[in-house]
Each structure stands twice: as structure tokens, then as C-alpha cells.
């Protein structure tokens, strides 16, 4: 399905939780025929835990050196289409070597289609408050001016598919040729 395309360099899928990086990554992965790496499935295969175990064995701050360390790691491999945590954009030195390597993808979803996919899951350990919509309503309004920095933003739709969503990813890539060709 992926003839057709030469991709150049790693594409960095960012954005909050439930703005769906792993579910469009892979999709986008499949049309592309390259590679699909999630870091955050990366960090819970080296250790071994699940990243909310994680959180609450050793904390934020060192679940963030892991997630720097394999995300500097990913982005040196063959290039694809590289899933982060909603956290991982917002470190500087993380901005700072996506740039250099990679490109950065903003997956631009409004707060209440963040909701309505967040609300039901037990997997966010940032949303473990007494009130989680008012704690991913904070989150968003400190994370939507970094994620802004993205070199590109796709806009997500409730109505759209995860296809249109990857479809739409990648007509925003072929605008970049360093990025994304056809051949």
C-alpha cells in the first residue's frame, strides 16, 4: 500500500491525549510503508511497567528522562512515523532534537473531542484528580501555545475516520519535500 511514497526524515506525531498519535500513527505508518515506533510503548517494553507503574514507582521527572533518552534513540533509526506521550513536546530539549532530526506533527483536537475519548479510560495517569475534565481542560490551556510551535498542525474532526485523519497528515507532509515525496 506504502509504494508511492519516500519519506526523508521521522515524523513526530505530538499533541494531548486522545488526540489520537498511536491510533493515526499507525494508520499513517501503513499507507506510508514504513515503520511505526510509539514512545511510550518503547519506555513500558524497557522497563517492563506500565507508564502509570511508572509514575507512581519513580515519579514524573524520571519518567521524562526515559521518554527523552528513547525518543533521541528513535529519531537516529531508519526513518517513520514515531507516536509521543502528550508530555514529551513540551520538554525543550526533546523540541530541540525533533526539529533537528525529525518534523514535528501538531494532531490539533479541541477539548471536547479530547474528552469524550478520555473520559472513559483509566490509562492517563495525569487525569487521576477528583476532577479530570477540569485537569485536562488545565493541561490543554498550558500545552496548545507549545504544541503551536509544531512545523505543521493537522486540525482532527469528530467525523473524521482515522484514514482521513492519516490521509490529511499526509497531504500537509507532501508540502514538505525534505519531509515526504511520491515517487
Do not use: C
Not at 525533533?98 to 495525569?126: F, N, Q
Amino acid at each position: 500500500m506504502g509504494m508511492g511514497y519516500r519519506l526523508n526524515k521521522t515524523v513526530v506525531l505530538v499533541g494531548m491525549m486522545g488526540a489520537g498519535k498511536s491510533a493515526v500513527g499507525r494508520v499513517l505508518a501503513d499507507i506510508l510503508d514504513v515503520p511505526f515506533l510509539d514512545s511510550d510503548a518503547e519506555i513500558e517494553h524497557a522497563a517492563n511497567m506500565t507508564i502509570p507503574e511508572i509514575f507512581a514507582r519513580d515519579g514524573e521527572p524520571f519518567f521524562r528522562e526515559r521518554e527523552a533518552q528513547v525518543i533521541s534513540r528513535l529519531l537516529v533509526e531508519a526513518p517513520g512515523i514515531l507516536s509521543t506521550g502528550g508530555g514529551a513536546y513540551m520538554q525543550e530539549a526533546n523540541r530541540a532534537e525533533i526539529h533537528d532530526k525529525g518534523v514535528a506533527v501538531w494532531l490539533d483536537a479541541d477539548l471536547d473531542l479530547l474528552w469524550s475519548r478520555v473520559r472513559h479510560r483509566d490509562t492517563r495517569p495525569l487525569l487521576r484528580t477528583p476532577n479530570p475534565r477540569a485537569t485536562l481542560s488545565e493541561l490543554y490551556r498550558k500545552r496548545v501555545p507549545i504544541y503551536a510551535l509544531a512545523e505543521l498542525r493537522v486540525r482532527a474532526d469528530p467525523s473524521y475516520t482515522l484514514h482521513d485523519m492519516a490521509r490529511r497528515v499526509v497531504k500537509v507532509l507532501l508540502n514538505r519535500p525534505d519531509v515526504l515525496e511520491k515517487t
